[in-house]
Nanobody
């Protein structure tokens, strides 16, 4: 019943910027933690950034100071602002959201977007 729809991926030059968004839709009472992951060619999936419902954030060391995660709870949307991008940022980026089954349930379901390609190249 829940879908995550991503947008904003594409091609950008080194040093450039890109902004990703991911909107959750469906039967949603609330959203707990949200996150962005990425998988580069030939590499394992890695966690890029997380944000709690209250807005606390964490970042991978490789993107700290360059990327910024944020969310709009009213819109059920999470964003990833990527600045000073490097070729090693090239990857498929996935958004993730942990959503309770009901307004009172503590059982979470882990939802994923389909992924969006981000390519950093001259």
């Amino acid at each position: 019943q829940v879908q995550l729809v991503e947008s904003g991926g594409g091609l950008v030059q080194p040093g450039g910027s890109l902004r990703l968004s991911c909107a959750a839709s469906g039967t949603i009472f609330s959203i707990n933690d949200m996150a962005w992951y990425r998988r580069a060619p030939g590499k394992q999936r890695e966690l890029v950034a997380t944000i709690t419902r209250g807005g606390n954030t964490n970042y991978a060391d490789s993107v700290k100071g360059r990327f910024s995660i944020s969310r709009d709870n009213a819109k059920n949307t999470v964003y990833l602002q990527m600045n000073t991008m490097k070729p090693e940022d090239t990857a498929v980026y996935y958004c993730n959201a942990q959503i309770p089954l009901s307004s009172t349930s503590r059982v979470m379901r882990n939802y994923w977007g389909q992924g969006t390609q981000v390519t950093v190249s001259p």
